[in-house]
């Protein structure tokens, strides 16, 4: 990239963008998305297919047009663009744990008795499944605001789960049931003709959440023109002595990881 004159972002290492700023391109590994000019994007390929042997590219120009990148599908709409979120992962974790019936949420509260009565640790084959669902929901849930929590109570019992960690697993596995898949609409408000200007950051906090560490739950969604750029759910790293040092933690931390994003849509620099 930098042999064809393309910086690297300093917000955003996956980013290049061109010299004159009319073409950007991420990467991840050998994909490419690459937006811009239309007269420059092309440019850009034929000089980047001269040196390359590469896939033939798929072009999203107009309503309609589709394309994979990462094993999402990826659809132009009139407005922007249309995620759908590959359904295989939510697949293979209903197929490990068996279940076949819907619920409609990915998990919920659970009771002491519950949590007494299921804490016999899992054999080493089940420890092992339940990494590898695991593994494949963390990856669903960077696209999947809807399984954030859950899949963030999952993998805090990856080191020693017990059999209330594989109830809560199976849990979720029912809510995929019939939502294997998710659409993302990626279409930006453009009202009046304007690119929009403000990026709105939403944060709360559940203060005390985890009854087993007494550790607060932070959770954030931000939002650029009415268009989802990021979600998040996590566990606060200290314990807050009340519900407004909890909130605090949750604001300062949230104002930390979205910082990058303006700098990002700055075109990186």
């Not at 010299?19 to 007269?39: A, F, P, Q």
């Not at 490990?96 to 919920?108: D, E, I």
């Not at 963030?152 to 059999?163: D, F, N, Q």
């Amino acid at each position: 990239m930098r042999g064809l004159g393309y910086r690297v972002s300093r917000a955003e290492p996956s980013l290049f963008v061109s010299k004159c700023g009319k073409v950007s391109v991420l990467c991840h590994v050998d994909d490419l998305c690459i937006s811009g000019e239309e007269t420059a994007v092309a440019k850009f390929v034929q000089e980047l297919r001269a040196g390359l042997q590469t896939s033939e590219p798929v072009s999203l120009m107009k309503s309609g047009d589709r394309g994979r990148v990462l094993g999402r599908t990826v659809f132009r709409s009139g407005r922007g663009f249309v995620v759908q979120t590959d359904p295989k992962h939510a697949m293979a974790v209903i197929d490990a744990t068996g279940v076949r019936r819907s619920n409609s949420t990915p998990g919920r509260k659970l009771t002491s008795v519950e949590e007494q009565s299921l804490s016999t640790p899992l054999t080493p084959m089940m420890h092992s499944q339940y990494r590898g669902c695991v593994g494949k929901l963390i990856y669903a849930s960077l696209d999947r605001s809807d399984l954030s929590f859950a899949v963030k109570e999952l993998a805090s019992g990856l080191a020693a789960p017990t059999e209330l960690d594989w109830f809560l697993l199976e849990l979720v596995a029912k809510y995929l049931v019939g939502r294997e898949s998710a659409l993302i609409r990626m279409e930006v408000d453009m009202t009046g003709g304007r690119v929009p200007t403000v990026l709105n950051v939403f944060c709360d906090s559940d203060w005390a959440g985890n009854t087993r560490t007494r550790k607060s739950v932070s959770g954030g969604y931000a939002s650029w023109g009415n268009c989802c750029v990021g979600h998040w759910c996590r566990n606060q790293s200290t314990i807050a002595l009340s519900s407004c040092e909890a909130e605090l933690f949750a604001c300062t931390r949230d104002r930390r990881r979205i910082v990058h994003v303006p700098a990002v849509k700055r075109v990186g620099f």
